[in-house]
C-alpha cells in the first residue's frame, strides 16, 4: 500500500506541485481512506521529503548513465549539464521541490539523496578537469558548473526569457543550454 500511495504522491506532483499538494488528494487518488495515508507516514512534510529524495535519485541515475568519455571530455561536461537542464525542464514541479524547499531538519534519507547527487557532479567535474590536464579545484569548478546549469534550468521553469532567446536566435532551449555549456568550457 505504501508504494501504491507514493506512486498516487509522484503524479499529483506532477500535476499540482508541492504548494497546493494534499495528503487528503492523495487518499483519494490512491483508493484509500485519509486515515490509511498517516499509518504510513507521519504527515505532507515527510511525504515531500521521500519525492524530494525521489527527485535527487533519479537525476543522480541519469548523470551516471552519461559514459565518461577521455578522448572528449568537453562532450561529457556539456552532456552532464545538459542532462539537469533537461531533468528540470520536464520535471519542475521535482525540480522545485527539490532545490527550492529549506527545511531545518531534513531526514537522513533526504540528506543521503542529496549528497550522492552532488557527489556525482563532483566526480564529474574531476574527470573533466583530469582529462583537460587542469589544475582548477573539482569543487569549486562543480560549483561553477551547478550554479550555470541551476540559474538556466530556472529561467527556463520560472521566466519566458529562454523562450523569447530561443525565437530571437532561432535555436531551442535546449540549443541555447548547450551553447552556454560550451562558453563556460
Not at 495528503?23 to 519525492?51: C, M, N, P
Not at 569548478?141 to 536566435?169: K, Q
Request: hydrophobic residues 35%; contains cysteine; proline residues 2%.
Amino acid at each position: 500500500m505504501k508504494n501504491s500511495i507514493i506512486k498516487s504522491c509522484h503524479k499529483l506532483l506532477q500535476k499540482k506541485g508541492a504548494a497546493d499538494f494534499s495528503l487528503r488528494e492523495v487518499a483519494t487518488l490512491s483508493g484509500v481512506s485519509h486515515a490509511a495515508v498517516y499509518r504510513h507516514f507521519q504527515d505532507k512534510e515527510e511525504v515531500l521529503e521521500i519525492l524530494s529524495s525521489i527527485g535527487f535519485d533519479r537525476l543522480g541515475s541519469l548523470q551516471k548513465k552519461i559514459p565518461q568519455i577521455t578522448e572528449n571530455p568537453d562532450e561529457y561536461f556539456v552532456k552532464l549539464g545538459l542532462v539537469y537542464i533537461q531533468f528540470a525542464v520536464k520535471n519542475p514541479n521535482y525540480y522545485r521541490l527539490m532545490f527550492q524547499t529549506k527545511r531545518s531538519n531534513e531526514s537522513s534519507v533526504l540528506k543521503r539523496s542529496k549528497i550522492k547527487s552532488y557527489a556525482i557532479l563532483v566526480r564529474g567535474c574531476r574527470f573533466y578537469l583530469k582529462a583537460k590536464r587542469r589544475k582548477d579545484n573539482r569543487r569549486s569548478f562543480a560549483l561553477m558548473a551547478w550554479s550555470l546549469v541551476h540559474g538556466y534550468s530556472n529561467l527556463c521553469i520560472e521566466t519566458d526569457f529562454p523562450d523569447t532567446e530561443s525565437r530571437t536566435l532561432k535555436k531551442s532551449k535546449m540549443e541555447i543550454a548547450e551553447d552556454i555549456l560550451r562558453f563556460a568550457i
